[in-house]
């Protein structure tokens, strides 16, 4: 029961992760149809970057660890946007009106140097940020309980604040009417004085830094990371915003979700060393069954 | 010339280069540390600005106008070659396949260079594969490097468990990457583009992720070996293993290691030249055409009445049998395997072979092979920047030429003499 439990939270946790990365993924398919692979390695840079920051925070000697946290919160963010707004504008702005697979490539290639450009600068070891505190809430008896750290609890209450934050955005600011215009009809946007350039780059932006904020949640939880976790995130986080339904961003929170319980579960229920085939096998069956994810919408064939 | 304009551009470029590279490259974590290393940050700050000033004067003055006509005559060249090349085909693989079968046999060429070569024809060879799933059909498939897997895994495991010799191999192999490619054919039928591409991904990882953890069957992350291939019931090895006769004593000639080396680099080169073959003829078939009106439109492919379902798992399973057979090849060149060798990095190669290339072009993936497996080799001494620049290039070469180095060219049967009919 209590294993149960832990694994569930463990699966939340995990999901809320995986859910931050995939928006990434699904607003930029969503206004651009391209996939970004390169977007798996932006989290693993802004995981890099607070770290960095941290220690720099440190060395300027702000004491107090909230302030500092925030600081560091915010350059990351900002950085890591620099990064994704520099991604598109030399690797997918000049190949905007071209077949589907040119940014794909130009995309893989992206992350091999982004993968690599960390890798050499940084050392290919892995790195490790010190526990910086301590604080769990438990549940349940002194032998068998169920506990979640005050860091998972405030990934949790973060991820649904930027997810309310965004959807805010998307539905209720003249920005996120732009960018839904930009992925209707871009030519009409265009031809309705939007400029469609700037909203793209803006949505890679937003992209970005939500994936930011998953790195530095990541980094703050589990403490090591090395150049290479972009990859596997980035494969988890595409699969969570394929199944939830690529273009809808509550189909990326929810398959995001769905994929870290179902993966938590099997790893903690059944064995750890098939589980992403499990959840592989769970987007194949989901995708059998509805073509267009969970929250798609049905792909309309115009004729 | 607008000066002012040119320096504003060059200081937001660098900048936005100072944000990109100062924290990453020029503060380096060493464990609770900071080691500053802000000389080379500095360095390629400056060199952006610098080369986003020339680039932006460049254009602009009298120098720059000259550039850019010598710029577009060399893309003309390049796209008459292209046609030129694509039309006179028979006549340069006829003078290739002479260079290729002679080059084992001259005296300065060293075993590595023929591993390299070997290694160059199995990529040209998968990307043929892939050329079909993609570059024809344009099924968008990730995973392709599955296939790769199950041939050269199938090749070991079927000589271990059932003493299958190399030849016997090949097509029991081909057949089997065959049937796993039917069998991813089937759950995707119905999905279209990313969505294929994410699950085609997934069924190349699941492979790999069974390949690293049924230890007992395939030896996990330590390997399995895999025999070597034999001429008639002769080996190559320095001693003949007992009841075999080895290659060198029964010619009568003193054992060298490089024997080994050509026979292998031999039979792939003979079976690539029959892929490839196999490959142009299946594109002028009514089943190419097939896949290419698939790539087209799927709607209107439908409407004209072509069966999506078969034309989709022909797709699938061809482009697998010559994955399979190419794992077949590698496995029997290496002589060990490893789950290490099928990773995604490898799909991406041959994803990149046959988009670089252009999609359904022979001579395009034939170069895109060449250039992807031998221009490494040249940055050999750069060991650490090999995988920067080669991703660099990737970006690059799309950037440059999207549709790939090659237009695919639509094949047309013109009419002789007067056009109008009769």
């Known amino acids: ?303 | 010339m607008n000066v002012a304009q040119s320096l504003k551009d060059a200081t937001v470029a660098a900048l936005i280069a100072a944000v990109l590279f100062v924290p990453i490259v020029g503060l380096v974590l060493d464990g609770q540390d900071l080691v500053t290393h802000l000389p080379r940050a500095v360095i390629l700050v400056a060199v952006v600005f610098g080369g986003r000033l020339l680039i932006s004067m460049g254009v602009q003055t009298q120098l720059g106008r000259p550039l850019r006509h010598a710029a577009a005559a060399l893309e003309q060249v390049w796209s008459r070659v292209g046609d030129v090349a694509g039309g006179k085909l028979a006549w340069f693989i006829a003078g290739l396949l002479l260079v290729l079968v002679a080059i084992p046999f001259l005296p300065s060429t060293t075993n590595y260079l023929i591993q390299i070569l070997s290694l160059t024809l199995i990529y040209v060879l998968l990307g043929m594969g892939l050329n079909i799933v993609v570059g024809l059909a344009g099924l968008l498939d990730l995973g392709f490097v599955a296939f790769y897997a199950v041939g050269a895994y199938g090749y070991a495991l079927l000589a271990a468990h059932l003493g299958l010799s190399f030849w016997a191999s090949i097509p029991v192999a081909g057949l089997l990457a065959a049937t796993f490619g039917c069998m991813l054919g089937f759950p995707v039928l119905r999905m279209h583009g990313d969505y294929l591409a994410i699950v085609t991904l997934g069924f190349g990882e699941i492979i790999r992720i069974l390949l690293v953890n049924m230890v007992d069957f395939t030896g996990g992350p330590n390997g399995i070996s895999a025999p070597r291939p034999t001429l008639f019931g002769l080996s190559f090895g320095r001693r003949p293993e007992a009841g075999e006769v080895a290659f060198h004593d029964f010619f009568g000639l003193d054992y060298d290691s490089s024997y080994r080396y050509i026979f292998v680099y031999l039979i792939i080169l003979m079976f690539t030249v029959l892929a490839v073959w196999v490959f142009k003829r299946l594109r002028e078939m009514p089943i190419g055409r097939e896949w290419e009106a698939l790539r087209e439109d799927e709607v209107a492919c439908k409407a004209l009445g072509i069966n999506h379902t078969t034309t989709k798992l022909s797709a699938f399973t061809l482009g697998a049998t010559f994955g399979g057979i190419g794992g077949v090849f590698f496995a029997a060149m290496e002589g060990f395997l490893n789950p290490s060798s099928f990773t995604f990095l490898e799909s991406a190669i041959i994803l990149s072979i046959v988009v670089l290339g252009g999609m359904g072009s022979i001579f395009g993936v034939i170069l895109a092979a060449v250039g992807i497996t031998l221009l490494p080799e040249l940055f050999r001494e750069f060991e650490q920047y090999r995988m920067l620049v080669f991703g660099l290039a990737m970006v690059f070469v799309m950037v440059w030429r999207p549709t790939g180095l090659i237009r695919p060219g639509r094949r047309a049967f013109g009419v002789e003499g007067n056009g109008h009919g009769q």
Not at chain 1, 18 to 24: D, K, S
């Open chain 1, 1 to 303: 029961m209590y294993i149960l439990g832990q694994q569930l939270i463990n699966g939340l946790i995990l999901g809320s992760i995986y859910g931050l990365i995939a928006i990434g993924y699904t607003m930029v398919y969503g206004i651009i149809g391209m996939i970004n692979f390169a977007h798996g390695e932006i989290y693993m840079i802004s995981a890099y970057l607070f770290t960095i920051f941290l220690s720099l925070v440190a060395i300027f000697g702000i004491a107090s660890l909230p302030v500092a946290l925030l600081v560091t919160l915010l350059l990351t963010i900002a950085f890591t946007a620099v990064y994704g707004f520099s991604v598109e504008r030399i690797a997918y702005r000049p190949l905007r009106g071209s077949t589907r697979l040119a940014p794909l490539i130009s995309a893989i290639g992206m992350s091999l140097v982004l993968q690599n450009y960390v890798q050499l600068a940084q050392g290919a070891r892995d790195q490790a940020l010190p526990p910086l505190y301590h604080g769990v809430f438990r549940f349940g008896t002194a032998s068998e309980f169920v506990q979640i750290t005050h860091i998972q609890a405030i990934i949790i209450l973060v991820t649904v604040v930027s997810m309310a934050a965004l959807t805010w955005i998307i539905n209720r600011t003249e920005l996120g009417r732009a960018c839904r215009a930009t992925q209707q009809d871009r030519t009409m946007a265009n031809l309705l004085g939007i400029n469609t350039d700037r909203t793209i780059s803006l949505v890679f932006v937003i992209g970005a830094s939500m994936a930011a904020v998953a790195g530095v949640l990541i980094t703050f939880n589990f403490g090591s990371f090395n150049y290479f976790i972009g990859f596997v995130a980035g494969i988890k986080a595409f699969t969570a915003a394929v199944l939830g339904g690529i273009g809808s961003l509550p189909g990326a929170m929810l398959g995001g979700l769905i994929l870290g319980l179902s993966e938590s579960l099997f790893a903690g229920l059944v064995n750890t060393d098939y589980k992403d085939v499990f959840a592989f096998a769970l987007l194949v069956s989901v995708l059998v069954f509805r073509p267009e994810g969970l929250l798609g919408k049905p792909a309309v064939e115009k004729i």
